[in-house]
T-cell receptor, first 113, second 114 residues
Framework: QQQVKQSPQSLIVQKGGISIINCAYENTAFDYFPWYQQFPGKGPALLIAIRPDVSEKKEGRFTISFNKSAKQFSLHIMDSQPGDSATYFCAASIKNRDDKIIFGKGTRLHILP | KAGVTQTPRYLIKTRGQQVTLSCSPISGHRSVSWYQQTPGQGLQFLFEYFSETQRNKGNFPGRFSGRQFSNSRSEMNVSTLELGDSALYLC?????????????FGNGTRLTVT
């Protein structure tokens, strides 16, 4: 119930292509969904976040699509660049006494030059 | 503004020993949380401190403990180290500790247990 399932585990995309990372959850009480990006040797950093009252949020080449009925959300990276090569984590949190953020297991993305 | 600082960057310890990791949050941030990162399990929540009080705790054994000082700096301690404790330990601070307050991560401490 408190899990966030992320796929794929790793992804290779050609430069200029679209990278798509998917996440699914079971607990309908989750109501905040951030994505974090982690470069080698660095800690993760917040990339973009969405709430379930919107179906899509775009920031530059990064777009989160949210499907509330399917309990799925995904990250799309348009015109993928070698500099986007990193590990991406989706996450979810629920408004309760704990206020914890639950992370997916991560997707290692490699963009071929 | 300085980011989150974690020390040391690397540690090598022997099974059975104990270790203390340190985290200095961004100035003004009152919430500090700790995560264990391993290749197979991703980011797993250890605990969170807010204003010197442990507010949340993950599903880790009691060998993992932490504390926060009045200046918001935090330490994490692992006693009786096991081989499976080898991981990257990340500290994150946030301004308010609210779940929609962005987490600012340090670059981690890489712990190797031999």
């Amino acid at each position: 119930q408190q899990q966030v399932k992320q796929s794929p585990q790793s992804l290779i995309v050609q430069k200029g292509g679209i990278s798509i990372i998917n996440c699914a959850y079971e607990n309908t009480a989750f109501d905040y969904f951030p994505w974090y990006q982690q470069f080698p040797g660095k800690g993760p950093a917040l990339l973009i976040a969405i709430r379930p009252d919107v179906s899509e949020k775009k920031e530059g080449r990064f777009t989160i699509s949210f499907n509330k009925s399917a309990k799925q959300f995904s990250l799309h990276i348009m015109d993928s660049q070698p500099g986007d090569s990193a590990t991406y984590f989706c996450a979810a949190s629920i408004k309760n006494r704990d206020d914890k953020i639950i992370f997916g297991k991560g997707t290692r993305l490699h963009i071929l030059p | 503004k300085a980011g989150v600082t974690q020390t040391p960057r690397y540690l090598i310890k022997t099974r059975g020993q104990q270790v203390t990791l340190s985290c200095s949050p961004i100035s003004g941030h009152r919430s500090v949380s700790w995560y264990q990162q391993t290749p197979g399990q991703g980011l797993q929540f250890l605990f969170e401190y807010f204003s010197e009080t442990q507010r949340n705790k993950g599903n880790f054994p009691g060998r993992f403990s932490g504390r926060q000082f009045s200046n918001s700096r935090s330490e994490m301690n692992v006693s009786t180290l096991e081989l499976g404790d080898s991981a990257l330990y990340l500290c994150a601070s946030s301004l308010s500790g609210r779940r929609d307050s962005p987490l600012h991560f340090g670059n981690g401490t890489r712990l190797t247990v031999t």
